[in-house]
């Protein structure tokens, strides 16, 4: 194996989240904990000043080999041709909602909402979740806004009903800009699916075995769970993280 693993970042938070010249987020912890389990760097390609690159430009590095691997990617059958994932999921990503608080408290599914009368859904444009709820029959959906902190502050001036995202996302984006505000997130979840990492074809010889034990223990133990559910909530962990 390599002396260092190479790999992009993609601008997505929390994924991956760079502040004050630094990088935090779901997506580089878990790396983190992967590098001490095997002992083997983990390095952004992009370095520091080119940090961040397009999801869609990162699978091509991947199907070319230009990197290792990439961490946090949702399956579908189209990439399972062009790369290798890793058995273990890393985190599970929910569809969840977030109403103003004490509203919408029965709330279980997409057909509650279509009952409901006029009720808007709104979510970031471009996304996953905009995607999924265009398949959707009989429901009011509004993706003019292409951030969730714009979503939310629509929500909170009464401009829509629902903000509907991933619980990663909408968690922690309430945690860092909305610590203070009325929301509430239900607990239903509308659909669930894992993101993994990653592996290049084209990477060196017995990578993925070596990722796939580590990944494997990292779940056994509970590290990945660890990691994820402070993701996954509203309040913030006793150190501030």
């Known amino acids: 194996m390599a002396d260092t693993i190479t790999t992009y970042y993609q601008d997505s938070y929390p994924k991956y989240v760079r502040s004050d010249g630094k990088f935090t987020g779901i997506c580089v912890e878990i790396p983190n904990a992967i590098e001490e389990k095997i002992g083997t760097r983990i390095v952004n390609k992009g370095g520091t000043e080119n940090a961040f690159r397009p999801l869609k430009r990162i699978q091509i590095d991947i199907q070319n080999g230009d990197i290792d691997v990439f961490f946090c990617l949702a399956k579908n059958s189209q990439r399972e041709k062009l790369f290798d994932y890793i058995t273990t999921p890393l985190y599970e990503v929910n569809h969840v909602v977030a109403v103003r608080a004490g509203e919408h408290q029965s709330v279980q599914s997409l057909d509650d909402i279509r009952r409901l009368d006029a009720a808007t859904i709104l979510t970031n444009f471009g996304t996953a979740t905009e995607r999924y709820l265009s398949l959707q029959e009989g429901l009011t959906v509004d993706t003019t806004a292409d951030s969730l902190e714009l979503n939310i502050r629509k929500l909170l001036l009464g401009r829509g009903d629902f903000v509907y995202f ?65 993701y996954k909530t509203k309040t913030p962990e006793p150190d501030g993280s």
């Open 166 to 230: 991933h619980d990663i996302g909408l968690y922690s984006t309430i945690r860092q800009k909305f610590p203070n505000e009325p929301i509430d997130v239900l607990p239903s979840r509308f659909r669930s699916y894992g993101h993994y990492l990653v592996v290049s074809k084209a990477a060196s010889k017995g990578l993925k075995q070596t990722l796939e034990k580590a990944v494997a223990d990292l779940q056994k133990d509970g590290t990945l769970a660890k990691i994820s559910q402070k």
